[in-house]
């Protein structure tokens, strides 16, 4: 990425990536609590972060068009994040997206959840291809350079080579940042990718229900305590949350 931001049109300071224009298997598991309670319980085994300091998780999102209806659901959930890290220390997050043609751009470290509101409210889906490869070299500068815990990647479809994404998970998965990959939809091309990659790098994948934000945002915020604290941070979770406690209590 450039040292420079550069200052897109909605007025807030974020980066093309690399290469982008400055215009921009196994039977599928039922969607809903059984395949979020699967998700935390893999994030559960991995291995915890140190108590009390700052996580660094970044956030990525396909906003191509179809993506228009998850993205303001996005808007009004992120700040789940924010608050479930304030009870473990502290989390910052750097917002990634693409959408159009060859736009894919990243914001500066943010932690505060009204700007980073403020932020995603002012961008806009536009259709285009997904452009995930671009998102997982983003992710592997940060982790090299800046420490990041973990990314969260939310999308609904891939179109470009499985061989290569799981070659860039997997050199992920070698610096210990786990992908979360969270898919709206049963699209089966996509669901095959996102497990592989979500494997390769010791991360966790799992399915949502279209417009499902109850979901979405327990899924968030697993990933964001994981970012904060690792394990012991999801039982703190289930202490203080019904929801959560259901479900870490289907757990084996």
């Not at 009870?87 to 914001?107: H, M, N, Q």
């Amino acid at each position: 990425m450039s040292d420079v931001p550069s200052k897109s049109r909605f007025g807030s300071k974020t980066s093309p990536l690399e290469g982008t224009s400055d215009e921009g298997l196994p039977q599928a598991e039922p969607s809903g609590g059984d395949a979020i309670a699967a998700f935390v319980a893999q994030v559960r085994a991995m291995a915890p972060a140190t108590q009390g300091a700052r996580g660094r998780l970044v956030f990525a999102l396909d906003a191509t068009l179809s993506r228009q209806p998850t993205w303001d659901m996005a808007c009004a959930l992120q700040a789940e994040m924010f608050r479930e890290a304030a009870a473990l220390g502290s989390l910052d997050i750097r917002l990634v997206y693409y959408r159009g043609f060859s736009e894919c751009r990243a914001t500066g470290w943010i932690s505060d959840s009204s700007e980073l509101a403020r932020l995603m409210g002012k961008i806009d889906c536009r259709g285009g291809k997904t452009q995930i490869g671009k998102i997982l070299g983003e992710a592997r500068r940060n982790a090299t350079a800046e420490g990041i815990r973990a990314v969260v990647f939310v999308g609904d479809a891939m179109e470009e080579s499985v061989d290569e994404l799981c070659a860039r998970a997997g050199e992920l998965g070698l610096l210990k940042v786990p992908l979360f990959m969270f898919q709206e939809g049963n699209d089966p091309v996509a669901e095959q990718a996102f497990r592989e990659m979500a494997r390769l790098s010791g991360g966790a994948w799992c399915r949502f229900d279209p417009g499902a934000a109850a979901q979405l945002r327990d899924l968030l915020r697993a990933a964001a305590a994981y970012a904060a604290g690792g394990r012991e941070a999801l039982r703190r979770l289930a202490a203080a949350e019904s929801g959560a406690a259901l479900l870490l209590g289907q757990m084996t």
